[in-house]
């Protein structure tokens, strides 16, 4: 095989899997994801949320499930879901000797339980499960749209609320005295988590909507210190992942929600890895910048 | 009524979640005295690509789910043991993410038929075995044992790490071993509630326990009488309706956690009324400012 | 000065290369009840972490004799544990015995004299987080006194007490300092900090160090907590650093 053979057939595995309808619109869908998630997830990451981010979609399950049993459009289910989940996580947050963790625990595990039992009950039409993996390949032109308007929304949401972001993630105390409330902005992240997560839903199913919102800004984080460029990195890792997934599973023929996910979290790791080797052989580990307790 | 527990399999779950108790129910403590849900969490659902390898493999499943955990216990807890807390929950939710992709990836598409993903991220009474029974046993213990041995080491960590330091307790061993057990309470839950709902037997009980205790050694016993009451109950579901039992258990869990906290609400409601609040206490730290 | 427990020549300390406290010089003897005054930032908790080993100094010197011990402040998180007083006290024998053996009674009794000595012997079974806030502060301290430190640091004590937990404090700080202990005491409370031996004046570097009556002026308390305010000039700050430099 000649060197202009071996090019033009890297080419070709490239551009041939977007000809199809099937793979535009996953590829569509994929840009979305990486913007909101790249994006927000700087937010998550800083404000050490990724927690709430990878337990919420498992707590909108039953909404999901319910949907699709009832026969509704599954974002609608999906939303209705993540409110209840929403509320009872600040209901149970509230509980005096219990900590966000653990109250994050609780309810997910009992909203996910719950989905469990209606979706693998013997009533339930098969497929359902289906929702736990995702299907970005089976989107219809609705989704897409529907996926765009929201990710809009997230975006116009986080160029409006940015400076209140900085502020608190940055100094919660200092917000407090400056006439913020940090309330009210962490209430509007956790919504803005919320529908992004009705972004990334239907295409990479439940368990693997935290890989997009966690792990390209927990790369970013990795690599830069300064939020600008760190939020342009994370959508490019994102996009990259998110395209690399696709192909991945073209050419594999794997699960295509999984090989995202996987792609994303092996980029994450290999670069932590990388920045931990580099960090011991400098022996300035970056812990002692962070000890500082007040 | 009690038709269900007649059946041998039903009777080795019964078992199952009677053994398992002791130890989840002690640890569970611990995990929500120490803020480790999260940790718990990824470490369970963590093992599930080592059960997929081991059933396409045909080797042990608690072994290759007990590998996963110790590689997943081994990264994360070094950043845990930095009293790090943002970095840990990122990293923690990037392995487990990681480990989920990786499983349903070995599980579609290079073991298909060898494995039940449903069974192994759910539980299935069907599924358990006489070497679980021993296996949750051996933890129960080794649990238990630890507990009595480390817990005021872990306590007094856990209640104040800068002084606590500086009083000579060291506690990178013992927090170390902490994680370590919480890993291995992980992987004995696995055949009764699957990989997903570890939190079910090893979160929930000491948090819904939580808001009526006062001291340690009380919290403890009524965990674990908790978690067995509420294992068996979510058994006899999971026979009757046929459906996983990590499910019923995590439903049966969240349901008695909400009538505890529902209580415990009206309960205070109804002190406040009557006499002085009893958070009077709790409020010099929160007005702050010199004197 | 023969019983000096604690010796700080230059030290300067931080969390990377630029120092959040340097040039602390000052010596403690027993029985020297020390205030620490200075700003939120002003480096009072970087001192505390350098006295307790948990931050290495990266200038100067540093020397204390025997175990130094840290009363923090009460944060709401302590309150929601599940541990009578006398848990707490007994915390602080951990370090005293092998890691498989659990308290013996020689180290409740220890714990409960340390309870005793802070007026608390009736209160051993309840619940921390139940106690008013001075005598939290109190057990806390008898934590320490377990441990029989002769260096004690105390956290912004005073925080939020009323008047007579603080004079039962006031009591207490004395004793303790009349034992022979060496007290440092972070504190806001300029009127406060008169009453004690000394006082130290941190705003990331030494301001000043000495008796109150001496050096408790308007310059340091300037130079302590914002020199631009009242426009006080530089060499009046340094003026006031050469005077009590080697106090």
């Not at chain 1, 749209?145 to 200092?174: E, I, K, M, S």
């Not at chain 2, 403590?29 to 997929?52: C, D, E, K, N, S």
């Not at chain 2, 104040?160 to 506690?171: E, F, K, P, Y």
Request: glycine share 12%; aromatic share 4%.
């Amino acid at each position: 095989m000649t060197d202009a053979v071996l090019v033009a057939s890297v080419l070709d595995g490239l551009i041939d899997p977007w000809r199809s309808g099937i793979m535009q619109r996953a590829l569509l869908e994929v840009v979305l994801l990486g913007a909101t998630g790249g994006l927000l997830g700087c937010w998550i990451v800083w404000g050490g949320l990724s927690y709430s981010a990878e337990a919420l979609p498992h707590a909108m399950f039953p909404g999901l499930v319910g949907a699709a049993l009832l026969g509704l459009p599954l974002v609608l289910g999906g939303a209705v879901g993540l409110l209840v989940a929403a509320l009872l996580i600040a209901a149970v947050a509230r509980v005096p000797s219990l900590d966000r963790d653990t109250s994050i625990s609780v309810v997910f595990t009992s909203m996910f339980g719950l989905g469990t039992l209606m979706a693998l009950s013997p009533d339930t039409p098969t497929g359902v499960s289906e929702l736990l993996f995702g299907d970005v390949l089976g989107l219809t032109n609705g989704d897409v749209a529907v996926a765009a308007a929201l990710t809009a929304v997230v975006l116009l949401a986080l160029r409006l609320l940015h400076p209140r972001l900085l502020a608190t993630t940055f100094d919660r105390d200092g917000a407090r005295s400056a006439g913020l409330r940090p309330g009210v902005t962490d209430v509007a992240l956790i919504v803005l988590i919320a529908v992004a997560t009705l972004v990334c839903v239907q295409a990479l199913g439940n368990l693997f909507v935290a890989a997009t919102l966690v792990a390209p800004a927990a790369t970013a984080r990795l690599l830069g210190r300064r939020l600008g460029p760190s939020m342009a990195l994370a959508v490019g890792i994102a996009l990259l992942s998110g395209v690399g997934g696709l192909l991945l599973s073209y050419h594999a023929g794997t699960a295509t929600g999984a090989s995202i996910a996987g792609v994303t979290v092996a980029v994450y790791l290999v670069v932590a890895a990388a920045a931990g080797v580099r960090g011991t052989l400098t022996g300035r580990a970056r812990g002692p910048r962070r000890t500082r307790t007040g | 009524m009690l038709e269900p527990f007649s059946l041998p399999f039903v009777q080795r779950g019964l078992w199952e979640v009677l053994l398992l108790s002791g130890g989840a129910g002690v640890l569970g403590v611990w995990i929500v005295l120490r803020g480790l849900a999260f940790y718990a969490h990824g470490v369970a659902a963590a093992t599930f690509p080592g059960l997929v390898l081991a059933a396409g493999l045909g080797f042990a499943g608690p072994l290759g789910a007990l590998a996963v955990a110790l590689v997943f216990a081994l990264t994360v807890g070094r950043l845990a043991a930095r009293d790090d807390a943002g970095d840990h929950s990122t990293l923690t939710a990037m392995v487990l993410v990681g480990a989920l992709a990786a499983g349903v990836l070995l599980a579609s598409d290079v073991f298909p038929r060898a494995t039940n993903v449903n069974s192994l991220l759910f539980g299935s009474l069907l599924v358990i075995s006489e070497r679980d029974l021993v296996i949750a046993g051996c933890v129960s213990v080794a649990v238990v044992v630890a507990s009595l041995l480390l817990g005021p080491r872990w306590l007094a960590v856990g209640f104040d790490r800068t002084g606590s330091r500086t009083l000579g307790v060291r506690a990178g061993g013992p927090d170390a071993l902490l994680l370590l057990l919480v890993a291995l309470v992980a992987v004995s839950t696995l055949s009764a509630v699957g990989s997903l709902l570890a939190a079910a037997v090893m979160v929930i009980p000491a948090a819904t326990v939580r808001p009526w205790i006062t001291r340690l050694r009380t919290w403890q016993l009524a965990t674990v009488a908790l978690t067995a009451l509420q294992g068996v109950g979510g058994l006899w579901l999971s026979a009757e309706t046929n459906a996983p039992p990590g499910a019923t258990i995590a439903v049966l869990a969240g349901a008695v956690f909400a009538a505890s906290v529902l209580a415990r609400a009206v309960h205070d409601r109804q002190r406040t009324r009557g006499s002085r609040p009893r958070t009077a206490a709790l409020t010099p730290a929160v007005r702050g400012g010199a004197r | 000065m023969t019983d000096v427990l604690l010796d700080l020549d230059g030290v300067g300390a931080g969390y990377d290369e630029t120092l959040a406290l340097r040039d602390v010089s000052f010596r403690a003897a027993a029985g020297d009840r020390i205030a620490v005054l200075g700003p939120n930032g002003g480096g009072k908790t970087t001192l505390f972490r350098v006295v307790l080993g948990e931050l290495t100094a990266r200038t100067g010197t540093l020397r204390v004799e025997g175990d130094v011990a840290i009363v923090p402040q009460t944060e709401r998180s302590r309150l929601d544990f599940p541990v009578s007083a006398q848990d707490v006290v007994l915390m602080g024998t951990i370090a005293g015995r092998p890691w498989w053996r659990g308290p013996r009674r020689a180290d409740r009794d220890a714990a409960r004299e340390a309870l005793a000595a802070v007026g608390l012997a009736d209160r051993a079974d309840a619940t921390f987080g139940e106690l008013s806030g001075g005598q939290r502060q109190r057990v806390l301290v008898a934590r320490a006194l377990v441990r029989r430190a002769r260096v004690l640091l105390l956290d912004e004590p005073y925080r939020g007490l009323d008047t007579t937990s603080a004079g039962r404090l006031d009591e207490l700080i004395a004793e303790l300092a009349g034992e022979g202990r060496t007290l440092l005491i972070a504190t806001h409370d300029v009127g406060q900090a008169r009453a004690w031996d000394q006082v130290l004046c941190l705003n990331g570097r030494q301001v000043a160090f000495g008796p109150p009556a001496t050096t408790l002026t308007a310059e340091t308390l300037a130079g302590t907590y914002g020199g631009e305010l009242l426009r006080v000039g530089h060499d009046g700050e340094l003026a006031v650093v050469a005077e009590h430099h080697c106090g």
